[in-house]
């Protein structure tokens, strides 16, 4: 067994297991964050872990309203630009019933893997990061962000960073744990993330609803309007998002990326559940890699103005309100797709209802700028030492909020996004788990990177 396999299994192991028996849900999914202080206990108690490690200190700090920041610094020499690693210890929700003998709070090993909530996404980034800084190998002055509030979309972490930009200093290099691979065979790098707009749609054509004996055919259907008015935006026979704004140009090494990718692992989304003779949008996974990361889709994930099914009366409803959620490629502004979004559903709207457009959201996507020479030819040589295979990029369908705020705030840093999360890790699902044998080679690679960082 490896050095750093066996720290994992004296020294992380219990501490990482006592941190998902905190049930540390994210603020947006437990109003009652505060009271509870579940939020703070999760942060104490790894603030309590890092402290036992020679060279490195750590402090929880926390802004009135906001959710508490665990900021952990290991001394190292700073000339060459302080490390900022990055990672969360708010969690998804339970969902649901656990498979048998497992729980969200309840930590089980059980063929190489940690079971519990917040065990890959993203308790294990604290304990990875220590243990690579306590490897015995150089590295320089490096500082641990482990906020409280990513599932929720990092509110505060913007003021947390202003605060902090003093005690951070000058960052040479962010490396961020929150990522994902799609194996577990090699270091995945994350290049691209896409970003969304959500908007609530409202089209109203009545003041109160009529029978619709009586009223369709004289007074038109809310519904129907709110078709015309998607079709400017959707292709509902493609699914192509139409607006400019929401649209970039796909780089010609992302395109080179996403055809490699796809050599490496056919059957894009061939595992998802699809239901009967249902398929997939193309059988070209080459495109299908593109619609997801590089391209704008819409899902409609929410409606209101609508009875169930069951209880529904033969009424012409007096609105219709949907929920629309865009993913939009890197690149996009959200407040530019969503201003030109406003103007396109309320611009001369059919039989002049009335349109209102409202709660939105807004997260930028991010692509990656081109790594330095040197973090490229650390990076393959430490990829190919610890995983015996070439490394492998992939960029994401989602969002990650904070990649944005850091990318903006450290211009000059160069960025290493990657995760232990894989294809089956069930993150934000029911038997989340993190692949340990995963977790034990991804501390070392972190720990050769910190060291060729420091020698750079
Ligand atoms: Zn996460």
């Not at 040197?374 to 990650?400: C, H, M, R, Y």
Request: aromatic share 6%.
């Amino acid at each position: 067994m490896t050095d750093i396999a066996s720290r994992w299994e004296s020294d992380v192991l219990p501490s990482l297991s006592g941190l998902i028996e905190i049930p540390a849900v994210s603020p947006a999914y437990d109003p009652q964050w505060w009271e509870k202080g579940h939020l703070l206990a999760a942060a104490e108690h790894v603030r309590q872990w890092i402290a036992t490690h020679d060279g490195l200190t750590a402090e929880v700090i926390e802004r009135p309203g906001r959710t508490p920041l665990l900021f952990a610094e290991a001394a190292g020499p700073a000339e060459g630009g302080t490390v900022v690693i990055y990672g969360h210890l708010d969690k998804q929700p339970p969902l649901g019933d656990w498979s048998e003998g497992l729980g969200p709070w309840q930590p089980v090993v059980r063929d190489g893997r940690l079971y519990g909530r917040g065990s890959v996404d993203d308790g294990y980034a604290a304990y990875a990061a220590v243990t690579a800084l306590t490897a015995g190998r150089a590295h320089a002055r490096t500082v641990l962000l482990l906020e409280t509030c990513e599932e929720s979309g990092s509110v505060g972490l913007e003021d947390y960073l202003a605060d902090l930009a003093d005690r951070i200093g000058e960052v040479s290099l962010v490396i961020c744990l929150d990522s994902m691979g799609l194996d577990y065979e090699r270091l995945w790098m994350t290049t691209s993330l896409r970003g969304a707009v959500q908007a609530t749609v409202t089209v109203r054509i009545l003041d109160t609803p009529l029978h619709s004996g009586v009223a369709s055919g004289i007074v038109p259907s809310s519904f129907r309007i709110m078709r015309q008015l998607l079709d400017r935006v959707e292709d509902s026979a493609t699914g192509a998002v139409t607006v400019p704004e929401m649209n970039v140009p796909i780089p010609a090494i992302r395109r080179e990326e996403a055809a490699l990718l796809a050599a490496l692992q056919p059957g894009v989304g061939a595992s998802f559940p699809l239901t009967g003779t249902a398929r997939r949008v193309s059988d070209d996974d080459v495109e299908l890699l593109l619609n997801s990361t590089w391209r704008p889709t819409l899902s409609v994930i929410g409606a209101a103005g609508m009875p169930a099914p069951e209880v529904a009366g033969a009424v012409l409803r007096s609105a219709t309100t949907l929920r629309l959620s865009f993913r939009t490629p890197p690149g996009v502004s959200a407040e530019a797709a969503a201003g030109a979004l406003t103007k396109i559903l309320t611009t001369d709207v059919p039989y002049g209802a009335t349109v209102e457009v409202s709660d939105l959201m807004l997260i930028d996507g991010w692509d990656a700028p081109a790594p330095a020479p040197w973090l490229t030819a650390a990076l393959d040589e430490i990829g190919s030492q610890v995983f015996g295979k070439p490394n492998a990029t992939v960029g994401v369908g989602g969002g990650i909020p904070f990649i944005g705020m850091l990318a903006e705030r450290f211009p000059a840093a160069q960025f290493v996004v990657t995760g232990a999360v894989g294809p089956d890790s069930n993150m934000h699902a029911l038997d989340e788990f993190l692949n340990l044998p995963y977790a034990y080679r991804l501390t070392e690679a972190i720990a050769l990177l910190l060291a060729v960082h420091a020698q750079s």
